[in-house]
């Protein structure tokens, strides 16, 4: 039989053990319970080891968001659980406000504010920011599309009709607009950009986009010696064309998606250069003119300059587009370009017709298809040509069509010089031959862009009879839309 003493130690031994593990039991419970309420425990439904971005209440949205992402959790929730957290900040009856207002039914009410931590007062709770939908740059965005040439005019009233008309009626989400270097730089770093604020301003408005075509430039940058300067034609140093092309593009960052670099440069009406129509002086243009736009954007789309399809080759005024553009592919063009530039306005004959198999029409006025067979009269064997000489070049560059467009006199008055060919078009034939190039550059798959020939230069002259660009105009004699307008609006380029 033990002692009683031994008996009181026993007891006493069990006693502080027992209290040792409910003292430590409850220290430890104590210890989960203050990690669980501040958030530092995970405890999200998938076991993991994921974040929970409502333990970080002096974290921004972003360190949240990124936080997240390196645990990949769903961030669908984040506006919930950030809220609460900094609730449990505040002093307990604000919380208590704070907590009832939050729940599911409650009235709205703003989210109380909190300390920035920084002696500057309260400090607003963010709501989340939605991630961005990044818009695809121009350049990469490589389906067929279609735009449509639109004259300047620097009356913003005048201009917002115009970007109604393309966006509303035709359907499109790009137009081309012509910037004459020589006008916008009379003299030196001397900028007139009037016109173009105007254009940039309502094309932003309208969401559209804007291709263009930078020409003609200035007799005080003109090649020295020159001696047609009644002539447009070149700059002696391409680097005042990239001068001016920067100064440009920086008055209006993310407004400029194309730019074609000259145009028809194998006509000396075009290019009245002391070197004559020489193509390695306009590759070097280019390549200035493409490292320049690139290091300024390189999402914009360089297009070199569209050639004249003249049918004449005589080396001094003209050279024939497809010698041309042999010359200019062997000199590097496409080393320096995104896109080909081409022009093809059509005669009277349709888009779909070769050159050497056109279908005889004895009621034809003008009859330069029929009785002297060239490619150049035709749609069809002009574009196949280059996009055939670009091919076996090795290369896989696609054509962007910067000017087609076919011309009709109907309800005119008048026919301008040398166009008898636009007498034969009657405004419905105008209308399928274009709907019918449209279907074609799509099908064919080597053309980018084009741009129709043109919406407005019947109305911003007075639809002028003897103006060679009025009978291309879609816009008509007391503001009639041509029936291409709905040749054009049926495929719906703003929907597509």
Request: net charge negative.
């Amino acid at each position: 039989m033990q002692s009683t003493a031994v008996v009181r130690q026993r007891q006493i031994r069990g006693f502080v053990v027992a209290w040792l593990g409910i003292t430590l039991l409850m220290g430890a419970l104590t210890f989960i319970g203050m990690y669980y309420a501040t958030g530092l425990i995970n405890n999200d439904d998938g076991g993991g080891d994921g974040v929970n971005v409502a333990a970080l209440p002096n974290t921004s949205r972003d360190e949240a968001e990124q936080a997240a992402a390196e645990d990949e959790i769903d961030l669908s929730d984040i506006n919930a659980t950030v809220v609460p957290t900094a609730v449990a900040a505040l002093p307990e009856a604000e919380a208590a406000a704070a907590v009832e207002a939050a729940e599911p039914g409650g009235d709205e009410a703003p989210v109380p504010a909190v300390e920035d931590g920084q002696g500057g007062g309260p400090a607003p709770l963010q709501d989340a920011t939605p991630v961005p939908t990044l818009t695809p740059r121009p350049v990469d965005v490589q389906d067929f599309q279609l735009g449509i040439q639109v004259q300047e005019n620097p009356d913003g009233e005048v201009y917002r009709l115009w970007m109604g008309e393309v966006r509303d009626k035709l359907k499109l989400n790009w137009i081309k607009q012509q910037v004459r270097w020589e006008y916008v730089e009379p003299q030196p770093g001397q900028y007139d950009w009037g016109a173009l604020d105007v254009t940039f301003e309502k094309a932003a408005e309208y969401d559209i986009k804007v291709m263009v075509s930078v020409v003609t430039a200035p007799e005080w940058a003109r090649e020295a010696g020159n001696q047609s300067l009644d002539k447009v034609g070149p700059p002696g140093d391409p680097q005042t064309y990239a001068n001016f092309l920067t100064a440009m593009l920086q008055r209006y960052p993310g407004r400029i998606h194309a730019v074609e670099v000259w145009n028809e440069m194998n006509i000396d009406r075009e290019w009245a250069s002391v070197y004559g129509l020489n193509p390695q002086k306009y590759v070097e243009l280019l390549t200035v003119a493409y490292n320049t736009i690139k290091a300024i954007d390189p999402g914009i789309i360089v297009i070199s300059g569209a050639l004249s399809p003249t049918g004449v080759n005589d080396g001094v005024g003209a050279y024939d587009d497809f010698v041309y553009m042999d010359m200019l592919i062997a000199a590097g063009m496409l080393n320096v370009t995104d896109c080909v530039g081409a022009h093809h306005n059509g005669y009277n004959i349709g888009p779909n017709v070769p050159w050497n198999n056109v279908p005889n029409d004895p009621t034809a006025i003008f009859r330069g298809p029929f009785d002297n067979p060239h490619h150049s009269w035709s749609f069809y064997s002009t574009l196949n040509g280059y996009a055939q000489k670009i091919q076996q070049a090795g290369s896989n560059k696609r054509l962007c069509i910067t000017e087609f467009g076919w011309a009709t006199t109907e309800g005119l008055g008048g026919t301008p010089l040398a166009f008898e060919f636009a007498d034969d078009n009657t405004l419905a034939e105008q209308a399928a031959y274009i709907d019918e190039a449209i279907t074609l550059m799509d099908q064919w798959g080597f053309v980018w862009l084009a741009w129709v020939w043109n919406l407005n230069y019947g109305a911003q002259s007075g639809w002028e009879a003897t103006n060679d660009n009025v009978p291309y105009s879609l816009l008509r004699p007391e503001w009639q839309t041509a029936p291409a307008y709905e040749s054009i609006g049926k495929y719906n380029f703003r929907g597509s």
